[in-house]
């Protein structure tokens, strides 16, 4: 604040000087227009001649004061010189007025600087209208040494108590402002000395009131923060754990197979390791993809339009060796009509992806599960229905948790397919909702069908040129 302080001074000394100015030419006018009226009062005509009748003594009070002197002058019609200084400047010959207002101007005097108050007296007030007036100039002038003088007065009283009040005033800012800041420097400190791992909100009670806002987002920061790196914490170990009974199964199997003198007993062995290590690879395979879909919205996705059901057409050429091997129908319902979206096409093969994965390890061999893409009104939807045993309705919600496997459930699984698909599937405003198939013909096999319905793509803007 000391700046600005300081940038102001001068001008508040630039104001003041041109204030003071106004003020002391305002008596100094008054004055001059005081002698310009009661001089033009002496002005007379007698037989013919112009004459000023001004005693002796208003004369000396016009030529002299205590600072300098007082010009007069009076001039008749067709500006012949009658009384006063002869050297004073007349007004310009088209400043004429009929009556006898006092009026003012500038001007100089033998180099000096002068203000005139002058005045015209009509000397003939009974002449008819459409005749020429005589006019005689009365003027009355001073130099503007006084004024300046009276100016300086008015700047010497107002700015010299500044050189002691501007001292005064920085020394209380300066007092002011170190103990209004001293709470934040103690937060700063309090902030400092906290240990890394410290995401405890901020006591709102020991600091200033203007930052409780402040101090109130940082504590909702922080514990967004810790929500975070709790789920990242919770994540790291459920991975840990699911890692854990491949692996261990591959040790074992591989131990046993080491043990082993019989060849088929030792080809057995081998392929259930080869199984664990395909479920390791799967389960490393699903968290890098998991990841991947979670780190997108930092990086920024790149979303172009894309035929949902070529998408469609291509995600179920992946799955058809797939489902020969377990013996399941995967069909492809091919749209009427161009399915159009925005969106990332590797983010949203990788959710059809496991959708598909998904439907074929939870339906029985002979089973069907089909894909289609359509249009509903303005939305595009985007489905893959199986005739397994489907999911009970308090279950929907929590199948897309990570890790989370419904009990009772023997299929081999991460629980990751489902985490993958709502987050590819929120980074594309999609909805995702699973209902039993309306086609499934089984009691005992209800199916289930995943609908993502996905918002209408904004519209382009053309060059109307």
Not at 253 to 282: G, M, N
């Amino acid at each position: 604040m000391l700046a600005p302080l300081l940038l102001l001074w001068p001008m508040s000394i630039a104001i003041t000087y041109l204030v003071a100015k106004s003020i002391a030419n305002q008596p100094f006018d008054r004055a001059l227009a005081d002698s310009a009226t009661v001089l033009a009062q002496q002005v007379k005509e007698v037989d013919g001649h112009l004459v000023a009748h001004l005693p002796g003594s208003a004369r000396d009070i016009l030529r002299a004061d205590d600072v300098g002197s007082v010009f007069f002058q009076v001039v008749g019609p067709g500006r012949a010189y009658v009384d006063g200084d002869r050297d004073l400047p007349l007004p310009p010959g088209d400043d004429l007025e009929r009556g006898g207002a006092v009026r003012f101007r500038n001007d100089a005097l033998h180099g000096t600087p002068v203000r005139v108050a002058y005045s015209y007296v009509n000397l003939d007030p009974l002449a008819s209208r459409g005749s020429e007036p005589r006019l005689a100039l009365v003027q009355v002038a001073e130099p503007l040494d006084k004024r300046a003088q009276l100016a300086n007065e008015i700047i010497k009283g107002v700015i010299l108590p500044q050189f002691i009040i501007l001292p005064v005033i920085l020394a209380l800012v300066w007092f002011a402002l170190s103990r209004g800041l001293s709470p934040l420097a103690q937060l700063q400190e309090r902030i400092r000395a906290r240990r890394p791992d410290d995401l405890s909100p901020i006591d709102s009670r020991q600091v200033p009131e203007e930052i409780t806002p402040l101090v109130g987002s940082l504590n909702d920061m922080l514990e967004r923060l810790s929500q975070t790196i709790d789920m990242q914490k919770r994540f790291i170990a459920d991975a840990a754990h699911q890692m854990k009974t491949p692996l261990a199964g591959m040790r074992t199997q591989s131990e046993l197979a080491l043990r082993q003198s019989d060849p088929d007993e030792i080809h057995r062995s081998l392929e259930q390791l080869a199984k664990s290590s395909e479920s390791a690879t799967r389960l490393v395979n699903q968290l890098l993809a998991l990841a991947r879909a979670e780190n997108q919205p930092h990086a920024g996705l790149a979303f172009e339009e894309l035929d949902l059901g070529l998408l469609a057409k291509a995600g179920v050429q992946d799955w058809v060796q797939a489902s020969f091997a377990q013996r399941i129908d995967l069909g492809l319902e091919p749209p009427d009509q161009t399915v159009t979206v925005e969106g990332n096409p590797v983010m949203l093969r990788e959710l059809l992806s496991n959708l598909i994965d998904n439907a074929l390890r939870y339906t029985p061999s002979g089973g069907s599960v089909t894909v289609r893409a359509r249009r509903d009104g303005e939305r595009a939807l985007l489905e893959v229905e199986d005739t397994g045993p489907g999911i009970a309705p308090t279950e929907r919600t929590r199948v897309f948790e990570r890790f989370y496997r419904i009990l009772g459930t023997s299929v081999p699984g991460s629980g990751l397919g489902l985490a993958i698909v709502r987050e590819i599937a929120q980074q594309h405003g999609a909805e995702i909702d699973i209902f039993n198939n309306p086609r499934s013909l089984s009691a005992k096999l209800p199916g289930c069908l995943f609908r993502l319905t996905f918002p209408p793509p904004a519209p382009r803007i053309t060059d109307a040129s």
